[in-house]
């Protein structure tokens, strides 16, 4: 069974930065994409990002010139640099990972960390 780890998060400043990470195990297999999605309060979750396992990123738009996604395939860890946070980044992050099992594309999540960006 897939367990994602995640770790980074909690509070920061407005124009501040954070950084998420979320290492996949359990699998053997690499991972064929990984990503970042959240949810703030009262809003239907959404994409923040993701990293093919050949390093390819896709950003939501207001994720684009602020976040870097990157992957590390070997490790089943995808990285989340977050930079000039705004108060609408804040949210709970969840990690995200799908894998291709015979043929199937098989998702799984984390359990989320929150990101609070306030003064």
């Known amino acids: 069974q897939v367990q994602l780890v995640e770790s980074g998060g909690g509070l920061v400043q407005p124009g501040g930065s954070l950084s998420l990470s979320c290492a996949a195990s359990?699998?053997?297999?690499?991972?064929?994409?990984m990503g970042w999605y959240r949810q703030a309060a009262g809003k239907e979750r959404e994409l923040v990002a993701t990293?093919?396992?050949?390093?390819?990123?896709n950003y939501a738009d207001s994720a684009k010139g602020r976040f870097t996604i990157s992957g590390d395939n070997v490790k089943n860890t995808v990285y989340l640099q977050m930079n000039t946070l705004k108060p609408e980044d804040t949210a709970v992050y969840y990690c995200?990972?799908?894998?291709?099992?015979?043929?199937?594309?098989?998702?799984?999540w984390g359990q989320g960390t929150q990101v609070t960006v306030s003064s």
């Open positions: 995200n990972a799908q894998f291709l099992v015979g043929g199937r594309v098989v998702t799984y």
């Open positions: 990293c093919t396992s050949r390093g390819t990123g």
């Open positions: 359990g699998s053997f297999l690499t991972f064929a994409v």
